[in-house]
């Protein structure tokens, strides 16, 4: 989903970081290839693009992805944060390493590139940034305990980020998004209708845009069609 993402802010004018440690499913190796690969696409249809490999996972590699855009386009309008890997295990069995180590990409990644790049959006006076979370972390699900955690504490965080930067000119929301993509690796995906990440990319360009009317929303993006999810309701009987 995020070389659709790249690919589209990018033929819409927008010089872009791409940022991909090239790592396995589960978050283990690093291979510069799939960031410079999606970076000479850019290029190759005249766009401009940058890799970066640094991990989110921590605050340093954070503030170096933040660095990249500043370093070669001095400043930053605009942050998309996608990263994600899946260690899948029971509650019962899941490790605490498998824990950390997904809320060290999903969530605590989110918050190491926002923390810097938020300070210069308001500075500026500008700023756009989406975050993914999941149905996953609305709902739950079976053997992703630490998915479902870090989806779920990264709506807490866009909250935030819209309340803080309403005066600012900052907005932010957050994408649910829905596609086939190797997350879905040893999924049956055969009765999905068409999920390709294309689909789901205007909507993230959209809560890219200057033209963005929203902030401080979640919106749900799958097969083509995007729906806003509301807040939480909790309905309570008795005292």
Same mark, same amino acid.
């Given at each position: 989903?995020?070389?659709?993402?790249? *690919?589209? *802010?990018?033929?819409?004018?927008?010089?872009?970081?791409?940022?991909?440690?090239?790592?396995?499913?589960?978050?283990?190796?690093? $291979?510069?290839?799939?960031?410079?690969?999606?970076?000479?696409?850019?290029?190759?249809?005249?766009?401009?693009?940058?890799?970066?490999? $640094?991990?989110?996972?921590?605050?340093?590699?954070?503030?170096?992805?933040?660095?990249?855009?500043?370093?070669?386009?001095?400043?930053?309008?605009?942050?998309?944060?996608?990263?994600?890997?899946?260690?899948?295990?029971?509650?019962?069995?899941?490790?605490?390493? $498998?824990?950390?180590?997904?809320? $060290?990409?999903?969530?605590?990644?989110?918050?190491?590139?926002?923390?810097?790049?938020?300070?210069?959006?308001?500075?500026?006076?500008?700023?756009?940034?989406? *975050?993914?979370?999941?149905?996953?972390?609305?709902?739950?699900?079976?053997?992703?305990?630490?998915?479902? @955690?870090?989806?779920?504490?990264?709506?807490?965080?866009?909250?935030?980020?819209?309340?803080?930067?309403?005066?600012?000119?900052?907005?932010?929301?957050?994408?649910?998004?829905?596609?086939?993509?190797?997350?879905?690796?040893?999924?049956?995906?055969?009765?999905?209708?068409?999920?390709?990440?294309?689909? @789901?990319?205007?909507?993230?360009?959209?809560?890219?845009?200057?033209?963005?009317?929203?902030?401080?929303?979640?919106?749900?993006?799958?097969?083509?069609?995007?729906?806003?999810?509301?807040?939480?309701?909790?309905?309570?009987?008795?005292?």
């Amino acid at each position: 989903m995020g070389r659709a993402y790249a *690919l589209l *802010l990018a033929s819409r004018g927008a010089k872009v970081v791409i940022n991909d440690p090239g790592a396995s499913l589960k978050g283990d190796g690093n $291979d510069v290839g799939p960031a410079q690969e999606v970076v000479k696409e850019i290029q190759a249809a005249d766009g401009e693009a940058v890799a970066c490999t $640094d991990s989110v996972a921590t605050p340093e590699g954070g503030k170096a992805i933040i660095d990249t855009a500043l370093n070669h386009y001095g400043r930053i309008d605009i942050l998309v944060h996608n990263a994600g890997i899946v260690r899948r295990g029971s509650l019962k069995e899941m490790s605490f390493q $498998d824990f950390e180590l997904v809320l $060290d990409v999903h969530l605590r990644g989110a918050f190491h590139v926002v923390r810097w790049a938020f300070p210069l959006m308001c500075k500026a006076g500008y700023g756009r940034i989406v *975050l993914t979370s999941s149905v996953n972390g609305l709902y739950g699900n079976r053997n992703v305990a630490n998915y479902c @955690v870090a989806k779920a504490g990264i709506i807490g965080l866009s909250n935030v980020v819209a309340i803080e930067g309403a005066e600012e000119g900052v907005k932010c929301n957050v994408i649910l998004p829905g596609a086939v993509t190797r997350m879905a690796e040893g999924l049956d995906t055969s009765a999905y209708p068409p999920m390709d990440p294309d689909l @789901v990319a205007p909507v993230v360009g959209w809560l890219a845009h200057e033209s963005c009317s929203i902030t401080g929303e979640m919106l749900s993006s799958m097969a083509g069609i995007a729906r806003r999810v509301p807040p939480y309701v909790v309905h309570r009987t008795g005292g």
